[in-house]
């Protein structure tokens, strides 16, 4: 179910015999049996199907390693972490062990809309000179809200001047980033 090409792509059935390039999606966890279930399902239900899941476990003492092993298959990685060594360590290992042309983040608590990993790859094919792209986020719990991220070249970098313009749980990058140290 995690591989393939995107179901319903006019850029794929033009192109029937391009093969859609992999993106790794990277996702910390720590203790997030609340949510991760809902999680899975977002990614399951996603259009582009030509994907990885590395789920690296900061040494969670709930059972989301047990949930994470309900929905694993042959596309889901499990890296389990000693404790303490934060989420730096653990992007940092699921980057090395992703296999993807690009690569894309995830928290554990998040839920991604359909068509996310199909637009993103869909702007990176298009845009060969962009090497990141982010999303808003439509937050709900503790942070509800709609948060919006600058749009132009123009507004990202007068943005990141007072803050960081992407959140970063949406974002997804070419993996040459990460080979030559720029993430």
């Known amino acids: 179910r995690l591989s393939g090409p995107c179901r319903s792509c006019s850029y794929h059935r033009g192109n029937k015999d391009m093969k859609a390039p992999l993106v790794s999606l990277v996702m910390p966890t720590m203790n997030s049996a609340a949510f991760i279930g809902e999680t899975f399902f977002s990614l399951l239900d996603q259009v582009y199907e030509s994907f990885e899941l590395i789920v690296i476990d900061g040494a ?15 596309k ?13 360590a653990a992007m940092n290992a699921g980057i090395a062990a992703s296999e993807g042309r690009f690569i894309a983040r995830m928290d554990a608590d ?14 990176l094919l298009s845009n060969p000179e962009i090497d990141l792209v982010g999303t808003g986020a439509d937050a709900f719990g503790d942070h509800e809200g709609v948060y919006r991220s600058p749009q ?32």
């Open 152 to 183: 132009t070249y123009r507004d990202i970098r007068n943005e990141f001047l007072v803050n960081n313009p992407f959140f970063h749980p949406t974002i997804m990058f070419r993996r040459e980033l990460a080979d030559q140290g720029l993430y």
């Open 60 to 74: 969670s003492t709930d059972n989301t390693l047990q949930i994470v092993e309900d929905f694993a298959d042959e």
């Open 110 to 123: 998040d839920i991604a809309y359909k068509w996310r990993i199909h637009d993103q790859v869909f702007v």
């Open 76 to 88: 889901v990685k499990v890296i389990e972490l000693p404790p303490g060594l934060g989420i730096a």
